[in-house]
């Protein structure tokens, strides 16, 4: 709709425009045939009569330039007015829940993840290469890529399927 507008507005501007250039062709087209006239037929010195169209142009320029109406910018492209009082949308008056925030709890099936000082204390870390300066400038630390492989391995451990019970009837 927004876009309809615009183009719509667009197109009303580039038709005045037009319009406007054909009038003022006409008028410089009369003034030069006015001006030849003068020349020809005219008692008066060549000098005077273009010092006289030179003046009587350059008042017909102001008068134009006066008369041509200036639409004053009334919203931007984005639709919303200029100088509007309403500018913002009321507030809400139905009540929402608050957001609360509940840690996630994943069930492994599995032993519970060693903290990083465990890690190292159980020898954990000695198998898993130093971190890199660029890695460590991304963030990234060996104690997380230790935790995911142990994670890995004991998720599922302790999971033991229910067998689904046969009827002895």
């Given at each position: 709709m927004l876009i309809g507008q615009e183009?719509?507005?667009?197109?009303?501007?580039?038709?005045?425009?037009?319009?406007?250039?054909?009038?003022h062709k006409n008028i410089k087209l009369k003034n030069k045939e006015a001006l030849i006239d003068e020349l020809m037929f005219s008692d008066m010195s060549a000098k005077d009569i273009i010092a006289i169209h030179k003046h009587d142009q350059e008042k017909e320029d102001i008068e134009i330039e006066s008369s041509l109406p200036q639409q004053p910018a009334t919203q931007f492209s984005t639709g919303i007015r200029l100088g509007a009082q309403n500018a913002f949308l009321p507030v809400p008056d139905e009540k929402i829940e608050i957001y609360k925030y509940s840690p996630i709890h994943v069930d492994l099936c599995g032993p519970e993840l060693q903290e990083e000082e465990q890690l190292i204390s159980l020898g954990y870390m000695r198998n898993v290469r130093a971190t890199s300066?660029?890695?460590?400038a991304?963030?990234?630390?060996?104690?997380?890529?230790?935790?995911?492989?142990?994670?890995?391995?004991?998720?599922?451990?302790?999971?033991?399927?229910v067998a689904p019970q046969m009827d002895q009837s």
């Open positions: 183009k719509q507005d667009s197109e009303i501007r580039r038709q005045i425009e037009e319009e406007d250039e054909k009038r300066d660029s890695e460590k991304g963030g990234f630390d060996t104690k997380f890529s230790c935790q995911r492989a142990l994670q890995d391995a004991f998720c599922g451990l302790f999971y033991f399927p």
